[in-house]
């Protein structure tokens, strides 16, 4: 299959355009106004406010730390612990393993939106509960997630969104997801050299697939400096486009930061062989088998929280 | 001499008030209006936009990177470099060493305002410029000055403030200074255990002195969970006192910062021995040698731009 975005091939890095649509779908096509459309397209990124009320929020956080408890002492490569200590950062695939986020990712807020951005039916590719703790949450270098997928998954091209529903409160101070507003729009080939099942550290700590300093100068420069913070209170949800730059800085403030963490691909985007010599990722980091489009549905989690209690 | 701030000294951390005034000037007694110092003695902060102009800022920048070129193969423990790099981070002493900061560090602008925050004459105990370079910024993990100035180099009561000019713009995702305000209120008795000549690595790293996340927490709390950041445009100067509880994020923006950093102290705060069996940290750290009031000077910074080109 033709590589449209090769990357890592070459010892010089360099940068070329996106080669498919920023947005796929129209306003007539699901719940997002022509406005938020054109913010979305030009930026890459699109942030609401509290989609989820603070009932919702209550149940949700109750669930992940839950889930987080429940995988305390499972030593498995889809649960992610902090270097240097037991404590979990990360579950991977939850829209499986577990009912309540299974039925979360297909809630019909979120995959309209991910159908209207796409343009198509949808799937998820990934999912994931993040904890970041307070005093010590690790800095994330930048990095485009699709260079990642394409290269090392083999999704083939630009029609996926990451959405991130935010479970604590992010404040500039602690540690919020940065954005190059634009950057999606460009594609940053990364210097050659992912080392095979590189992965296993990479989830800790970014060392392939990493931009150079000169593209990012370039990217920054591009969107005129503006550098964005997805800041905002619990309940709030941010889709991404796969390709913008993003990463977070470390997290000294005693605030931690919790968020549920869904890849949605477009059904049409299936993950092909790896752009590159490596093996396929384990399923847990990119979804292959038994691919099938989300069917929306309602789930009301304010009243899932009077049955709990 | 008594000790009036013990720490490290118990196995345990704990929480004391402030033994000492938080404002020891009038509105009389200097530039700053009654609003000013209010704000200041609640804050244990105050910051003041553009007190140098774009053509001073120049000037400054300057000077700063001459100094750093000057000192490119310097290697002496006041020239501070990056963790495994040569890149140099700070240069101590530049109030002794270069003629330009010596007079720049008894500038009127900056001498009365430190003198109407201290009640008295001061003196430069420490000086320093700084280079926190773009994309590998390290975090600076929260800290009391005072509680290192007082344990290891002996200062007697807080009654020192820190002043820090910046050369270039402080944004939110750059790794601005953090400040927990009315923190300076209360005293962090650390943990015990600082191995002697520590400062070395510890001007690299925090490692002793370092505050525990309990009393951190107490004292996000007590500031209504209010981190405040030094954010605004080159040429601004920010005081803070010596007491509060500070430090800053990692940078991975492009955005490299960098500032002149002066701390005043009171001529009736001198250095006595340190409160700890340690032996007193170098000249370059604590000024003890020649100690002499400062008479503060018109200095015109812009002036000496047409000199120069």
């Known amino acids: 299959m033709t590589d449209f975005y090769p990357s890592r091939i070459s010892a010089t890095p360099s940068i070329m355009e996106r080669k498919d649509p920023g947005l796929y779908g129209s306003k007539d096509s699901g719940p997002l106004k022509h406005q938020e459309l ?79 951005l796409l343009g198509s039916q949808v799937y998820i590719n990934q999912s994931r509960i993040n904890f970041k703790p307070g005093f010590k949450g690790k800095e994330f270098y930048w990095h485009s997630d699709f260079e990642t997928w394409h290269v090392e998954d083999g999704m083939p091209r630009m029609r996926a969104v990451s959405c991130s529903i935010i479970l604590t409160d992010n404040y500039e101070y602690n540690g919020p997801l940065m954005l190059i507003p634009g950057s999606q729009n460009y594609y940053v080939q990364c210097a050659s050299g992912t080392p095979d099942s590189h992965f296993e550290q990479s989830l800790k700590k970014q060392e392939f697939g990493t931009p150079d300093h000169n593209s990012l100068k370039w990217l920054v420069g591009k969107s005129n400096g503006r550098i964005d913070r997805a800041t905002g209170p619990a309940g709030s949800v941010l889709f991404f486009e796969s390709n913008i730059m993003h990463g977070s800085s470390g997290n000294i403030s005693p605030f931690p930061r919790s968020n549920v963490f869904f890849v949605f691909n477009s059904i049409e985007n299936k993950l092909e062989q790896p752009f590159s010599e490596l093996s396929p990722r384990p399923e847990f980091l990119a979804n292959r088998e038994n691919v099938k489009p989300i069917q929306p549905q309602a789930f009301d989690l304010s009243k899932k929280l009077v049955h709990l209690s």
Chains 1, 2 share one sequence.
């Open 38 to 116: 054109d913010f979305y397209e030009q930026n890459g990124y699109i942030f609401f406010e509290k989609l989820f009320s603070d009932d919702e929020v209550d149940v949700l956080r109750k669930k992940l730390d839950g889930t987080m408890d429940d995988h305390k002492s499972v030593d498995k490569p889809h649960v992610v612990r902090e270097q240097g200590s037991d404590e979990i950062r990360s579950i991977f695939d939850v829209h499986k393993n577990t009912e309540f986020f299974q039925k979360l990712s297909a809630h019909e807020k979120l995959v309209n939106i991910a159908q209207q």
